[in-house]
């Protein structure tokens, strides 16, 4: 069966330090991959979603990035965390290639606080 | 711009009474919908979906409602019990997707009273 690890759970990082958030998928090959954030008060907002392996796509302007090392591996990273980049990140991935049918597999997310 | 909106934020229900959950859409091409149930500290996970061919989907004690005309979708909860209380969200996904856009609404949360 397929799974999806997300970790950490909760994180707190001091403004204008790294970040580095890790997804990782099993059970199948080639997923469809994505990093979404849901800021209080807000809807879930798609940052990046990747197709393959160094395949990456950016959805809004922000000082975040993403990077897929290997097939079933998704990485959000910053140089220097803001603190507008407070709030619940969730990694994803589809089971068909529009997502259509299943929707999407949700992680169970990283509560980021940065203060 | 908020393509998909809940506009209710929250919402009680007592338990064993129907919950109707609202979502609203502004773009006319959207073709497939899907609602999402989210737990605190938790990821969203798939609860039902509709293709724009239909006007209703049903799954257990959860059916889903969809008015084309309207732009408007809804969630049934009948009965509504206490582990449903979550936050729903619902999401629309545009024609000829390639997997890499939903769009999601705000949120709802529903609180479902013993």
């Known amino acids: 069966s397929q799974t999806i690890h997300q970790w950490p759970a909760t994180l707190v990082q001091p403004v204008g330090s790294p970040l580095s958030l890790e997804c990782t998928v099993e059970?199948?090959?080639?997923?469809?991959l994505y990093w979404y954030r849901q800021a209080a008060g807000r809807g879930l907002q798609l940052l990046f979603y990747?197709?393959?392996?160094?395949?990456i796509s950016s959805e809004v302007p922000q000082n975040l990035s993403a990077s897929r090392p290997q097939d079933r591996q998704f990485i959000l990273s910053s140089k220097k965390l803001l603190l507008s980049d407070s709030g619940f990140y969730l990694c994803?991935?589809?089971?068909?290639?529009?997502?259509?049918?299943?929707?999407?597999?949700f992680g169970s997310g990283t509560r980021l606080t940065v203060v | 711009d908020q393509q998909v909106k809940q506009n209710s934020p929250s919402l009680s229900v007592q338990e064993g009474r129907i919950s109707i959950l609202n979502c609203d859409y502004t773009?006319?091409?959207?073709?497939?919908f899907l609602w999402y149930k989210k737990y605190p500290a938790e990821g969203p996970t798939f609860l039902i979906s509709?293709?724009?061919?239909?006007d209703k989907n049903e799954d257990g004690r959860f059916t889903v409602f969809l008015n084309k005309s309207a732009k408007h979708l809804s969630l049934h909860i009948v009965p509504s019990q206490p582990g449903d209380s979550a936050v729903y969200f619902c999401?629309?996904?545009?024609?000829?997707?390639?997997?890499?856009?939903?769009?999601f609404g705000t949120g709802t949360s529903l609180t479902v009273i013993p």
């Open positions: 994803a991935w589809s089971v068909d290639p529009t997502g259509a049918n299943y929707g999407y597999t």
């Open positions: 059970g199948t090959s080639n997923p469809n």
């Open positions: 990747s197709v393959g392996i160094g395949q």
């Open positions: 773009n006319s091409m959207f073709d497939y």
């Open positions: 509709i293709s724009s061919i239909k």
């Open positions: 999401a629309a996904i545009p024609p000829s997707n390639t997997g890499n856009q939903f769009y």
